[in-house]
T-cell receptor, first 115, second 113 residues
Framework: DAGVTQSPTHLIKTRGQQVTLRCSPK?????VSWYQQALGQGPQFIFQ???????QRGNFPDRFSGHQFPNYSSELNVNALLLGDSALYLCASSWGASGSFYEQYFGPGTRLTVT | RKEVEQDPGPFNVPEGATVAFNCTYSNSASQSFFWYRQDCRKEPKLLMSVYSSGNEDGRFTAQLNRASQYISLLIRDSKLSDSATYLC??????????????FGSGTRLSIRP
């Protein structure tokens, strides 16, 4: 049973560039949430996708956008990268709509460095 | 005041000791609570949910105090493998509105032989 997978593992970008991170949910899951985790901090909720729509959003600017595909996989896009966007980006999958937080499984994350 | 606060530690305790962490939350309407464990450079993993009646899973006991707005995690007979960062998670809305999912900054625990 494949767990949550994310790609790439590591990424280095320059300020002002754009980046796309990818996530495949755990088998049987249809909901994907994205989190940003800065060093020494807990994960911060970015947004959640269910049925190919953004259902909930945290306090992140519009530079952060996402997409969910019919196979439930998801992408996180960040435009106009800032140094402060350097962080570990975690994807978590679960089953059902927004009430599915109870059984979230996290992927290994993508470590983004902005120089 | 942060919405969810944890003592960052580190807690450095000998193997076999009992250790307890607290986590306070500011939103009295918070509905559900969890403890996650995160190993260094790894993803968070759900350790246990926290129920009003308290719950126990082996050496781990979680408690919720709604009046004082804190949750606690007790680890008995600590093992070297318990060394990790423990994240408190609070869900502030009924039926898990994801926008109110808030992680604490974590408490680092180090178990020494």
């Amino acid at each position: 049973d494949a767990g949550v997978t994310q790609s790439p593992t590591h990424l280095i970008k320059t300020r002002g560039q754009q980046v796309t991170l990818r996530c495949s949910p755990k088998s049987g899951h249809d909901t994907v949430s994205w989190y940003q985790q800065a060093l020494g901090q807990g994960p911060q909720f970015i947004f959640q996708y269910y049925e190919e729509e953004e259902r909930q959003r945290g306090n992140f600017p519009d530079r952060f956008s996402g997409h969910q595909f019919p196979n439930y996989s998801s992408e996180l896009n960040v435009n106009a990268l800032l140094l402060g966007d350097s962080a570990l980006y975690l994807c978590a999958s679960s089953w059902g709509a927004s009430g599915s937080f109870y059984e979230q499984y996290f992927g290994p994350g993508t470590r983004l460095t902005v120089t | 005041r942060k919405e969810v606060e944890q003592d960052p530690g580190p807690f450095n305790v000998p193997e076999g000791a009992t250790v307890a962490f607290n986590c306070t939350y500011s939103n009295s309407a918070s509905q559900s609570f969890f403890w996650y464990r995160q190993d260094c450079r790894k993803e968070p993993k759900l350790l246990m949910s926290v129920y009003s009646s308290g719950n126990e899973d082996g050496r781990f006991t979680a408690q919720l105090n709604r009046a004082s707005q804190y949750i606690s995690l007790l680890i008995r007979d600590s093992k070297l493998s318990d060394s990790a960062t423990y994240l408190c998670v609070v869900n502030g809305e009924p039926y898990s509105s994801a926008s109110k999912i808030i992680f604490g900054s974590g408490t680092r625990l180090s178990i020494r032989p």
